[in-house]
């Protein structure tokens, strides 16, 4: 009883020492195809993946990042301009009124854009649809 329990044992364990090898190997074949250019299946997800498509998520990732953080920049910006000269920007050229005007304008229309594309994700695009477009959208129908 205790010889067959330890040979169990062992043969899991030599199991699970090769289903690991396996899965790193899998792993290093896909970053090798991945740096060639060819599309490898994800096992995680079980969808094929692109380098290109690697890049452009990325990508998009790092541009709404970097967005946001302008806009807190400009934003702080703007306070301390309101800040230092008040809020009719007394002591301020005409050029640095404009730029001042400028980037409140740069900020409503992007805070407005942000506010505009979570409505979207809602689902009220401002629109109106169709009764049938409507439950097909919904699945309701």
Not at 20 to 42: C, F, M, Q, Y
Not at 47 to 56: F, I, P, S, Y
Request: aromatic share 4%; proline share 1%; no cysteine.
């Amino acid at each position: 009883l205790r010889e067959r329990d330890e040979f169990a044992r062992r043969l899991a364990d030599r199991d699970r020492r090769k289903t690991k090898s396996e899965i790193e190997e899998t792993e290093e074949r896909n970053d090798d195809k991945l740096a060639r250019g060819e599309e490898v299946l994800d096992v995680t997800t079980g969808e094929t993946v692109a380098l290109e498509r690697l890049r452009e998520e990325s990508r998009r990732s790092y541009l709404k990042r970097r967005q946001e953080r302008e806009l807190v920049l400009l934003e702080r910006e703007l306070e301390e301009e309101k800040e230092l000269f008040g809020e009719d920007g007394e002591g301020l050229t005409a050029a640095e009124r404009r730029r001042v005007e400028l980037g409140r304008k740069v900020l409503r229309m992007a805070r407005g854009r942000e506010k505009d594309e979570d409505e979207e994700e809602d689902g009220n695009d401002g629109y109106y649809r169709l009764p049938d477009e409507y439950e097909e959208a919904r699945g309701t129908k």
